[in-house]
């Protein structure tokens, strides 16, 4: 069955630490990333990686606050984010096949997506 699967969100205080999971099986994939979306603004390509390359893009909203990791026999991208802020508050997902350069990153219509997972900083 192919799918991604999410987890690690929820409520954390502001300046704490939270370390999401993505899960991906039964896909083949290049590239790997997160993705958020909070009420009213655009979704944000936030962290994406090339599997095999390594190659990497963050946001620089986040890059100075992120920790990531991963497991390449789960096939599994862990983000954790450190100094969290309430502008952090946003439905997290994670994708595979998503396009990145060193402007952004996206998903593409060939894209795995996972259900998400909330997080929610409160101040």
């Known amino acids: 069955q192919e799918q991604v699967v999410e987890s690690g969100g929820g409520l954390v205080q502001a300046g704490g630490t939270l370390t999401l999971s993505c899960t991906a099986s039964?896909?083949?994939?290049?590239?790997m990333g997160w993705l958020r979306q909070a009420p009213v603004k655009e979704r944000e390509g936030i962290s994406c990686i090339g599997w095999t390359s390594g190659t990497t893009y963050y946001a620089d909203s986040v890059k100075e606050r992120l920790t990531p990791s991963r497991d390449n026999a789960k096939n599994t991208l862990y983000l954790q984010m450190n100094n969290l802020k309430p502008e952090d508050t946003a439905m997290y997902y994670c994708a595979t096949g998503v396009h990145f350069s060193g402007s952004g990153c996206s998903t593409s219509p060939s894209s795995a997506w996972g259900q998400g997972t909330q997080v929610t900083i409160s101040s």
């Open positions: 039964g896909l083949s994939f290049a590239t």
